[in-house]
């Protein structure tokens, strides 16, 4: 066959997934990984940051250790140098893969029962001295408590363990307060007493002496002594009243319990479901406000600067609606945790009205699929991966903590998610963890790598609190080569005169896609010997403008289970959600400050004004300014007609490029306006109106009468008109 025969077949699979010619073979049953990922085909024999162990009774970072580094710790301290110790090191890295191994196998429990578990099954392998030496090593490990691997139910016990910690803060500083202050005002109240006429009476005064002593005085004389001049009333009454209900409220507070009590009437504040958080803080809402009034009184009561004429009008009208962050800070955080499967749930369709309304919440959402609803996986893309780009539209709404991770790297963002789980007010954890299935690829932990290092769901953390720019708000961190569309690694393979090679290969958005078998029709293997010039690497194609990219066909690297070395083709529908991948990605480095395109504008300006001084020197350089003209005219007012957009209200979240980035463009603010209203069809402005999150895009009246499916779109369009 020669190449004009052959060459046809590539595109035509690459335009349409369907399989013309000899040289092309679906992938079904090969068995193929993306080729940067065959290192870590056995995953449990590599050393990573799971499993993790959640440890008993520490708060901060350090409640959660990966089992790496508390056997490194182990190590340091009870490994001796030479030999011995050298010996030692490695039997506790056979344990601690045992460990893996058994987690990975669906084993479960706290590390003592697991490290002794695997200590018994090496020492049946090696003897029994060694079981008990591994034993008395685990003394060194300081800590025991809950072992987790990288699974679908991690990330919300991960959370729930910081929670609780962060909790236990609070809860010990509240506790501290409340009784100083309670203590203050019974001393009032007691002292008021002793200096009344009550308090001088016999009997309360042999009742406050007590003590073996108590028969050598003659209480009746004393009375009379002490009791001259005393006033009748110990306290005016309405002070009285006000300082015995102030500790009753006090007392009777049902927000924390003490520590080490079960919780019993105590408020629980752990859901799974948004409704039900939403409905709890509602019921609870008129208890916070008496018990933040209650501690205010009892503040200005113990420092005795309670004026009655003063603080009595504003304590009378203090409400629900007069609490502030500030008071609300006070209080435990409501954690949401929502199942994978629950996140579409009527309960939890006011998410993000929810987080928008400034409530103490701390809400997990979990994605277990980036393809459900794409073209790529039945649906369409204006609606595809819509969990997935939840923390951006958040992020957008501002005045929240906002985090998104893949679960593989929940670890390395320990520190932020304890900082996002303890700050007052607001925050969404967004993650990707994949659904626990023993027949996948790839293991769990690597599925959700994979799902980061491909830009298919980055890491980002926006702090809305920590200053009053995009720099101190928003972090990409931990993303691989954070100025790069995709990751580029070295890859090693033999050639074909089975010496040893390498090339660098970026692991992109299709390498992601092949990494769920359930996607193999979007790819057909081609053999080395139909490669052709015309084939390349699907992260270049991607970089390629559209003429030169219609002359080419983009492909995958893959391996087999012999690690042989394959070209995969790959359809357009998966380089069409691959181009949207890397736009939303380009939109986040823009956000944290990566090939900004407003401030490369402006420094290539500055440097041009910078060449031209220098150029015209020894000469002054003239910098002209423009004078400022009249006032803009006021925009004229919108028709129901008219196609446009509320620029100004836009949150940059991006629903609306991903649709159709001709037709819609950003402005150097990054809000959104009408680009090229010709570059699209009224359908596409329909279902942008549809996905924006905050209905600013208004599609008018058609341009196009013959659209197919005017009718239903001009109904669809009627609440956005």
Request: hydrophobic share 45%; proline share 6%.
């Amino acid at each position: 066959m020669d190449m004009k025969t052959r060459q046809p077949a590539l595109q035509i699979f690459h335009l349409s997934g369907k399989h013309q010619g000899e040289d092309l073979q679906a992938i079904e049953g090969l068995q193929l990984l993306p080729a940067l990922l065959a290192p870590y085909r056995d995953l449990a024999a590599l050393r990573h940051d799971f499993p993790l162990v959640l440890l008993d009774g520490i708060d901060g970072p350090d409640s959660v250790r990966s089992l790496s580094a508390l056997v490194d710790a182990m190590l340091r301290e009870v490994a001796p140098r030479g030999i011995e110790g050298e010996r030692l090191r490695r039997h506790a890295l056979q344990l601690e893969t045992e460990i893996r191994r058994a987690l990975a196998g669906g084993a479960a429990g706290r590390l003592s029962g697991l490290w002794e578990a695997a200590a018994a099954r090496l020492g049946e392998r090696e003897g029994e001295t060694l079981e008990q030496v591994l034993l008395h090593a685990a003394s060194a490990l300081h800590g025991d408590g809950e072992v987790l691997a990288c699974t679908q139910t991690m990330p919300a016990r991960l959370l729930a363990h910081v929670w609780r910690a962060a909790q236990r803060a609070k809860a010990r500083q509240f506790h501290a307060e409340l009784s100083g202050l309670m203590l203050k005002l019974s001393d009032i109240l007691r002292a008021a007493h002793i200096h009344s006429e009550a308090g001088t009476r016999p009997d309360s005064l042999k009742a406050a002496l007590g003590g073996s002593h108590r028969d050598a005085f003659d209480f009746d004389v004393l009375s009379r002594i002490v009791g001259k001049g005393v006033p009748q009333q110990d306290l005016p009454p309405s002070r009285r009243q006000r300082l015995q209900q102030t500790l009753a409220v006090l007392r009777s507070q049902r927000f924390f319990a003490p520590d080490g009590e079960a919780s019993g009437d105590y408020f629980n504040y752990v859901y799974d479901n948004c409704a039900e958080a939403a409905q709890a803080y509602g019921q609870r809402a008129a208890d916070a406000a008496l018990l933040v009034k209650a501690l205010s009184v009892a503040e200005l009561e113990a420092a005795g600067r309670y004026v009655e004429a003063e603080h009595d009008p504003v304590f009378e009208s203090f409400d629900v609606e007069s609490l502030t962050a500030a008071d609300l800070a006070r209080f435990p955080e409501y954690l949401v945790c929502i199942p994978p499967d629950r996140n579409d749930a009527p309960e939890n369709a006011g998410l993000l009205d929810l987080l928008s309304n400034g409530l103490p919440i701390k809400v997990l959402v979990q994605t277990s699929s980036l393809l459900e609803g794409t073209a790529i996986g039945g649906g369409h893309f204006a609606f595809g991966v819509r969990s997935a780009r939840l923390a951006t539209a958040a992020m957008g709404l501002g005045g929240m903590f906002v985090l998104q991770s893949s679960s593989s790297n929940l670890y390395a963002m320990r520190a932020r998610i304890e900082h996002g789980l303890g700050c007052a007010g607001p925050a969404l954890f967004s993650v990707y963890a994949c659904k626990d299935d023993p027949a996948a690829a790839l293991p769990s932990y690597l599925s959700a790598a994979a799902a980061m290092q491909s830009r298919a769901f980055p890491a980002f953390s926006y702090d809305a609190a920590a200053g009053s720019n995009w720099a101190t708000r928003f972090s990409l961190e931990n993303n691989p080569q954070q100025e790069d569309n995709w990751p580029v690694e070295s890859l090693e393979f033999c050639d074909g005169e089975w010496q040893r090679a390498q090339q660098p290969y970026a692991f992109s958005f299709a390498d992601f896609v092949l990494c769920d078998r359930g996607q193999g029709g979007h790819f057909a293997r081609v053999p080395p010997s139909a490669w052709k010039h015309s084939m390349m690497p699907a992260a270049e194609w991607l970089a390629l403008d559209e003429a030169a990219a219609a002359e080419r066909v983009p492909y995958v690297l893959a391996v087999d289970e012999e690690d042989r070395l394959h070209r995969l083709i790959v359809d357009a529908k998966v380089m069409q959600a691959a181009r949207r991948c890397l736009l939303l990605w380009q939109r986040l480095q823009e956000h944290g400050g990566v090939h900004d395109a407003y401030a490369e504008r402006l420094l290539a300006k500055e440097r041009a004004a910078w060449a031209a001084s220098q150029a015209a020197a020894p000469a002054p350089a003239v910098v002209a300014v423009e004078a400022p003209g009249d006032a803009p005219a006021a925009a004229p007012a919108h028709t129901r007609d008219d196609t446009w957009i509320e620029t100004a209200r836009c949150p940059s979240c991006n629903e609306c490029q991903l649709i159709n980035d001709r037709m819609f463009g950003y402005d150097e603010r990054k809000q959104a306006y009408i680009k090229d209203l010709s570059a699209g069809s009224y359908r596409q402005l329909v279902e942008a109106a549809e996905s924006c999150q905050v209905a600013i895009i208004h599609p008018g009246k058609p341009r196009d009468p013959n659209e197919p499916g005017l009718e239903e779109l001009l109904a669809r369009a009627e609440p956005f008109r």
